[in-house]
C-alpha cells in the first residue's frame, strides 16, 4: 500500500545520519485513509524485527496550548480514536498482552532532545498529544473538551504507533510540529495551511532531529 497524503511520500529509506544507522520512514499509513491499524502500525514492527532499538515519530499536530510553528516534545498522549492496535490475538513474539504505557514516550530521549535544543537555540516545548481519527477537523466543542482533558495539542496519527512501540519495548521519542490553531482558535482550517508551516519550519525540525541522533 501507499499513502494518499500530500506530503506523505510513502517511503521506507535505509542509511546512515549523525553517524546512526537509521530507517525512516517517508510518510506514514494513516486510519483514515481507509488502512487497518495492522497496516498503519506494520511499520513500526518491521523496525523492531529489523533491530532498531528506538524510534523518533513526528507528526503535524493542531495547537491547543500552543501556537503555529511551535515545536513541542509529547511527554503522554490520550487516546479519543476508540481503537487500539493491540486488540485481537496477542502477537507474544513482540510483547505482552497487557503492556505498561506509563512511560510509552522515553523520559531519557525526552531529556536528551531538551539538552540538543537548547545547545542550538531552537524553543522545544512540551506537552500532552490527543490522537483522533479524522479526516476531519476537530470541531470547537471538541477541542474545548480535548483541553479540559489536559491535551496541548491534537492530530490524526502517532498514538497507534507509540502503543505498538511501547509494546515491542521500544524506545520513543515523540515531537509534534504545530502547524495550525485548534478549531475554535481561528476562523478556517485547511491543509494548505498545515504543509505551509511545516515547510517554514522544516530547517530547526531537521537540525534539530539529527542532532538528537547524534546525541541517542
Given at each position: 500500500?501507499?499513502?494518499?497524503?500530500?506530503?506523505?511520500?510513502?517511503?521506507?529509506?535505509?542509511?546512515?545520519?549523525?553517524?546512526?544507522?537509521?530507517?525512516?520512514?517517508?510518510?506514514?499509513?494513516?486510519?483514515?485513509?481507509?488502512?487497518?491499524?495492522?497496516v498503519?502500525t506494520?511499520?513500526?514492527?518491521?523496525?523492531?524485527?529489523?533491530?532498531?532499538?528506538?524510534?523518533?515519530?513526528?507528526?503535524?499536530?493542531?495547537?491547543?496550548?500552543?501556537?503555529?510553528?511551535?515545536?513541542?516534545?509529547?511527554s503522554?498522549?490520550?487516546?479519543?480514536?476508540?481503537?487500539?492496535?493491540?486488540?485481537?490475538?496477542?502477537?507474544?513474539?513482540?510483547?505482552?498482552?497487557f503492556?505498561?504505557?506509563?512511560?510509552?514516550?522515553?523520559p531519557?530521549?525526552?531529556?536528551?532532545?531538551?539538552?540538543?535544543?537548547?545547545?542550538?537555540?531552537?524553543?522545544?516545548?512540551?506537552?500532552?498529544?490527543?490522537?483522533?481519527t479524522?479526516?476531519?477537523?476537530?470541531?470547537?466543542?471538541?477541542?474545548?473538551?480535548?483541553?479540559?482533558?489536559?491535551?496541548?495539542?491534537?492530530?490524526?496519527?502517532?498514538?497507534?504507533?507509540?502503543?505498538?512501540?511501547?509494546?515491542s519495548?521500544?524506545?520513543?521519542?515523540g515531537?509534534?510540529?504545530?502547524?495550525?490553531h485548534?478549531?475554535?482558535?481561528?476562523?478556517?482550517?485547511?491543509?494548505?495551511?498545515?504543509?505551509?508551516?511545516?515547510?517554514?519550519?522544516k530547517?530547526?525540525?531537521?537540525?534539530?532531529?539529527?542532532?538528537?541522533?547524534?546525541?541517542?
Amino acid at each position: 500500500g501507499r499513502s494518499t497524503v500530500v506530503g506523505h511520500a510513502g517511503k521506507l529509506v535505509y542509511g546512515e545520519l549523525a553517524g546512526r544507522k537509521v530507517l525512516a520512514l517517508q510518510g506514514r499509513f494513516h486510519f483514515y485513509e481507509g488502512n487497518p491499524l495492522e497496516v498503519v502500525t506494520f511499520p513500526v514492527r518491521v523496525m523492531k524485527v529489523l533491530g532498531c532499538e528506538g524510534v523518533i515519530v513526528t507528526n503535524a499536530a493542531g495547537g491547543i496550548g500552543f501556537g503555529p510553528g511551535t515545536l513541542m516534545a509529547i511527554s503522554d498522549h490520550i487516546n479519543m480514536t476508540g481503537q487500539n492496535p493491540l486488540m485481537g490475538e496477542n502477537l507474544d513474539e513482540f510483547g505482552p498482552r497487557f503492556p505498561d504505557m506509563s512511560k510509552a514516550y522515553t523520559p531519557e530521549y525526552r531529556a536528551t532532545a531538551h539538552e540538543v535544543a537548547k545547545k542550538l537555540g531552537i524553543k522545544l516545548d512540551e506537552g500532552v498529544y490527543i490522537g483522533v481519527t479524522g479526516p476531519t477537523y476537530e470541531t470547537p466543542a471538541e477541542i474545548r473538551a480535548y483541553k479540559t482533558l489536559g491535551a496541548d495539542a491534537v492530530g490524526m496519527s502517532t498514538v497507534p504507533e507509540v502503543i505498538v512501540a511501547a509494546h515491542s519495548g521500544l524506545k520513543v521519542l515523540g515531537i509534534s510540529c504545530i502547524t495550525n490553531h485548534a478549531a475554535g482558535f481561528q476562523e478556517e482550517l485547511n491543509h494548505e495551511e498545515v504543509v505551509e508551516v511545516t515547510e517554514r519550519v522544516k530547517g530547526d525540525f531537521k537540525g534539530l532531529l539529527k542532532a538528537i541522533l547524534a546525541e541517542l
